[in-house]
């Protein structure tokens, strides 16, 4: 079955260092997306691809970045200039066709839940 | 962007319907209309979207209110599974295809 896997599903940080989350899909989904939640709120969009070797910031991209090398796979890195990175972080794609995205959904995974030690 | 309002949360009893309300009066003539739903520790699942028409599926009905600045989502008999947080969001057919997530409605579903 398709679909969109992240891992690890737990992530212990230490002060100071950078972490990679992975959200690999396949689906052949275009665009694809990373998402923070904070305790009870909702979600806030850190960066987003809409095709491969590129991507842009979404709302709180500070302190975070991301690579689009290949159609099935966004990696965030959170670094160590990200202040407070304790969060669920979740991956999530969508289909996209020509100058127009196809009204289908959003395809969420089932996150990661970072917590600095 | 076009911003939804829901309320914080609401409560539900068992096998009874749930009427879940949004309010986005400033929705565009290209913004459609998706509902989905977080559980616990899950990544959100897509429910339903509609334009203008009122729309049914195996999960849930959404109606759209005439004038489109409001829109509910029913669930026709709530079980304790549909204990969620319920997501309203618009997405336009033209403009890139960010979602923007507020805090959503907390349903919980009493046995």
């Known amino acids: 079955d398709g679909g969109i896997t992240q891992s690890p599903k737990y992530l212990f940080r230490k002060e100071g260092q950078n972490v990679t989350l992975s959200c690999e899909q396949n689906?052949?989904?275009?665009?694809m997306y990373w998402y923070r939640q904070d305790p009870g709120q909702g979600l806030r969009l850190i960066y987003y691809?809409?095709?491969?070797?590129?991507?842009q910031k979404g709302d709180i991209a500070e302190g975070y970045s991301v690579s689009r090398e290949k159609k099935e796979s966004f990696p965030l890195t959170v670094t160590s200039a990200q202040k407070n990175p304790t969060a669920f972080y979740l991956c999530?794609?969508?289909?996209?066709?020509?100058?127009?995205?196809?009204?289908?959904?959003?395809?969420f995974g089932s996150g990661t839940r970072l917590t600095v030690v | 962007d076009a911003k939804t309002t829901q309320p914080n949360s609401m409560e539900s009893n068992e096998e009874e319907p749930v009427h879940l309300p949004c309010n986005h009066s400033?929705?565009?003539?290209?913004?459609?209309i998706h509902w989905y739903r977080q559980l616990p520790s899950q990544g959100p699942e897509y429910v339903i979207h509609g334009l203008t028409s009122n729309v049914n599926n195996r999960m849930a009905s959404l109606a759209i209110a005439e004038d489109r600045k409001s829109s509910t989502l029913i669930l026709h008999r709530a079980t304790l599974r549909d204990a969620a947080v319920y997501y309203c969001?618009?997405?336009?057919?033209?403009?890139?295809?960010?979602?923007?997530f507020g805090s959503g409605t907390k349903l919980n579903v009493k046995p």
């Open positions: 689906l052949n989904h275009d665009a």
């Open positions: 999530a794609s969508s289909l996209q066709s020509g100058g127009a995205p196809k009204l289908g959904g959003y395809t």
């Open positions: 969001i618009l997405r336009d057919l033209y403009n890139f295809n960010k979602f923007y």
């Open positions: 691809s809409q095709i491969v070797n590129d991507f």
């Open positions: 400033t929705i565009s003539g290209t913004d459609y």
